[in-house]
């Protein structure tokens, strides 16, 4: 079974900029989840979906981040403009519903200079 | 208000010593599931293991086991004779409420370094 993929593994773009990440959950996973990882932290959830419906955005700063998940399978996550604090690993993660296997992917490493 | 803490930053140990790595929870729910996670140099987190409310059984899995104690709110792991491949983070998590969605509260992380 393969796992969950992200693209692009590193990014490094200068604040104001826009960046977007890639993520394909396992297949027939239904909920799929973006953690934000900041150095020395443990993961915070920025947004989970439900097939395509948003479950959980309570922590996602709206007004730079978007994410959406188009016909439930793939998910693009988005910041626009870019602030130095938003350097961190984003991860991806999916399940089949009870979280008892959450997968996680090997996330995306972006640095803000 | 729900959280993990994990007292411990960093613990190194030398190879074949056993170590403990700390984890308290808060939680008003009495439905919740507590995880361990292993995050290695390269960054992926590993699954290790869950555990719900309900099942306050101790469970070993090789060199490694886990004391969950709800009375003192702490679900501790334990690596038995460690090596140097245990070196990574470690997260203690947190699922709370019935429907265990998967939103997970984490704790900060403990990095162990084992030596060889």
């Known amino acids: 079974e393969a796992g969950v993929a992200q693209s692009p593994r590193y990014k490094i773009i200068e604040k104001r900029q826009s960046v977007a990440f890639w993520c394909n959950p396992i297949s027939g996973h239904a909920t799929l989840y973006w953690y934000q990882q900041i150095l020395g932290q443990g993961p915070k959830l920025l947004i989970q979906?439900?097939?395509?419906?948003?479950?959980?955005d309570s922590q996602l700063p709206k007004d730079r981040f978007s994410a959406e998940r188009l016909k439930g399978v793939d998910s693009t996550l988005k910041i626009q403009p870019a602030k130095l604090e938003d350097s961190a690993v984003y991860l991806c993660?999916?399940?089949?519903?009870?979280?008892?296997?959450?997968?996680f992917g090997p996330g995306t490493r972006l640095t803000v200079t | 208000a729900q959280k993990v803490t994990q007292a411990q930053t960093e613990i190194s140990v030398v190879e074949k010593e056993d170590v403990t790595l700390d984890c308290v929870y808060e939680t008003r729910d009495t439905t919740y599931y507590l995880f361990w996670y292993k995050q290695p140099p390269s960054g992926e987190l590993v699954f290790l293991i869950r555990?719900?409310?309900?099942?306050?059984q101790n469970e070993i899995s090789g060199r490694y086991s886990w004391n969950f104690q709800k009375s003192t709110s702490s679900f501790n792991f334990t690596i038995t004779a460690s090596q140097v491949v245990d070196s990574a983070v470690y997260f203690c998590?947190?699922?709370?409420?019935?429907?265990?969605?998967?939103?997970?509260?984490f704790g900060q992380g403990t990095t162990l370094q084992v030596k060889p």
């Open positions: 979906f439900q097939n395509n419906g948003v479950v959980d």
């Open positions: 555990r719900n409310s309900f099942d306050e």
């Open positions: 998590a947190l699922s709370s409420g019935s429907s265990n969605t998967g939103k997970l509260i």
């Open positions: 993660a999916s399940s089949s519903g009870d979280f008892s296997l959450g997968y």
